[in-house]
């Protein structure tokens, strides 16, 4: 199973290099690019996709799989418009901001309005972003910013009756493990975002 979190990375990380959202993500260069941990995956569960409907550009449809995973999340449905162009070279390294949490602005909201206001992102934006990384898990295989490796975790990504879906079934949510931001890692609504 491909997890709705795995999805929705794999679109942020595409359209965040400033490059847009033009899917030069599905290069090998720029898949081992450091940010880019853990999602070389994303390009094999979309290829069949690919191979049916030719017409369609990776760029789109990796913004539709984006765009399913916070509606599968319990956001709000996104309108697609299609037609974007692909990218026929990878973006180059560092082109995402640095996750490692240094917190050298003294408070977490001044180290997030550091790392994205380059980007010119606006603090309303900033909560936005902040909270889609809270879908999902942290794992330090894809991360480096957690201990957990697959099949380790805490009460809230092990054990029995855990649920951390938007539809509240329990099964279905992929290897167990990780590190999560919150008990329910699969649900965000745009109020809690926002």
Known sequence: MWGWANRLRFAWHDAGSHSGACGSIRFDAELKHGANAGLAKCVRFLTPIKEKFPVLSWADIIQMAGACAVEHAGGPVISMRYGRVDATEPSQEGALPDAL???????????????????????????ALSGAHTIGRAYADRSGTVDEPTGKGTKYTMGPGICPRFDKTVDSFGAPGGRSWTPNWLVRSCSELL
């Open 101 to 127: 949490p240094p917190f050298k602005q003294g408070s977490p909201g001044a180290h997030l309005r550091a790392v994205f206001g380059r980007m010119g992102f606006s603090d309303r934006e900033i909560v």
